[in-house]
């Protein structure tokens, strides 16, 4: 998160480290914005945040060619931002995996290469994997999500990009335990290497 407010602490803390493989958490919703507010007023709700009226927002940038080069325009304001900080770029990401939405992932897939953009997580988190570890997880919006996430995928490989074969955690945001962090990893499919 560039524009947030630890960005700067985040960006020191990674020098240090430089075996540490960081990415550009691209923020579109729910956060501080790194473009000029004058040009993103769409964007934007009262306090001059990035909205966070998210089914609204989506369909409204699906459908305003106004609200679709104001993304554009903050999504090269984070890269820009990125490449600022002097560290690699190992991998690109989007607050509340907003990159499902096809105009954003247009975006980040068009801007994103252009500033060495070489990765892509993309939130295909194998159900299977997760039911046979705790059955009684519930799917929440798991269902709506998959195909989504698997269009971002087979588009970020035709884009050249590497993407992740699976990512887990989703399904446990906030209620990860150590008993499935072990079966999880006793459990892993065979992915990329």
């Not at 550009?24 to 007023?41: E, M, S």
């Not at 570890?133 to 269902?143: E, F, G, N, V």
């Amino acid at each position: 998160m560039v524009a947030g407010p630890a960005a700067a602490d985040a960006v020191q803390r990674a020098r240090r480290l430089p075996n540490l493989r960081v990415g550009l958490h691209v923020v579109v919703v729910d956060g501080d914005a790194a473009a000029d507010l004058a040009a993103i007023p769409g964007l934007l709700d009262r306090d001059g945040r990035l909205r966070n009226d998210v089914a609204r927002f989506g369909t409204e940038i699906s459908v305003r060619p106004s609200l679709q080069r104001q993304v554009a325009t903050e999504i090269t304001a984070q890269f820009e931002a990125y490449r600022t900080s002097g560290l690699p770029l190992d991998h690109v990401n989007a607050h509340r995996h907003f990159h499902l939405h096809p105009t954003v992932a247009a975006a980040i897939l068009r801007i994103g290469q252009s500033y060495g953009m070489r990765a892509l997580r993309t939130p295909v988190e194998p159900w299977r994997t997760i039911t046979a570890i705790d059955p009684k997880t519930r799917r929440h919006l798991s269902w709506i999500v998959a195909p989504w996430a698997a269009r971002l995928r087979r588009c970020a490989r035709h884009a050249g990009l590497t993407a992740p074969d699976a990512v887990f955690g989703l399904a446990w945001s906030g209620a990860m335990t150590a008993r499935r962090l072990s079966a999880l990893l006793a459990q892993l499919p065979d992915g990329f290497r």
